[in-house]
């Protein structure tokens, strides 16, 4: 069984705990089957129930998240890795100052690329725009490409204020104001 804990990208945040794991892979999970979010608790459990045709409570899974219960049984470590394909011993709590490494089994570029992007909108969640920018990036085909292209835009002298002026207006009109105002300043 192919374990995403083996090769070399590094997609999880140091010190976490077992709950926050699971939480995680809930995310990463509901990216990679299309949903644009992370699985519910109960879609989770559904999945489990059809795809490895076993099954643990709602209750006790929430628990483990909530950290009410720190351990899970060795069952249910077993369970958890195969679903989501990691090795079992990545489902505990990170000793203080280990710095764990989820690494993916992916042989591409674009799968590499596209998983460091579902990292990267798992950590800025708490910004919702910057998030779904990042997962609409990972769900490109050509996602390399993608970034090539963002480079040569940024190198590009006043491409970036212009784009944000004519795509998103919004942004465009408060640059334009602060641009203005440096230099009225200056004057």
Not at 147 to 173: F, N, Q, S
């Amino acid at each position: 069984m192919p374990y995403i804990a083996i090769s070399d990208i590094n997609i999880t945040d140091c010190d976490m705990k077992l709950g926050e794991k699971i939480r995680y892979l809930r995310e990463v999970e509901g990216s990679l089957r299309g949903l644009n979010r992370a699985m519910t608790q109960q879609e989770l459990l559904k999945a489990i129930r059809s795809e490895l045709g076993a099954s643990m409570s709602q209750s006790y899974l929430s628990q483990i998240e909530s950290g009410a219960r720190p351990h899970l049984t060795n069952t249910t470590r077993q369970l958890l890795a195969k679903f989501f394909k990691v090795h079992p011993g990545y489902l505990v709590d990170d000793p203080e100052g280990y710095h764990p490494e989820l690494l993916s089994d992916a042989r591409t570029l674009e799968d590499k690329l596209d998983l460091w992007l579902v990292s990267g909108a798992e950590r800025f969640r708490r910004d919702p725009a910057l998030r779904q920018a990042l997962l609409t990036l990972a769900r490109r085909n050509d996602t390399r490409q993608c970034l090539l292209l963002l480079e040569a835009v940024m190198d590009t002298p006043g491409l970036v204020e212009r784009l944000l002026e004519v795509l998103r207006p919004e942004h465009g009109k408060d640059r334009t104001a602060k641009r203005l105002s440096g230099k009225e300043r200056q004057k």
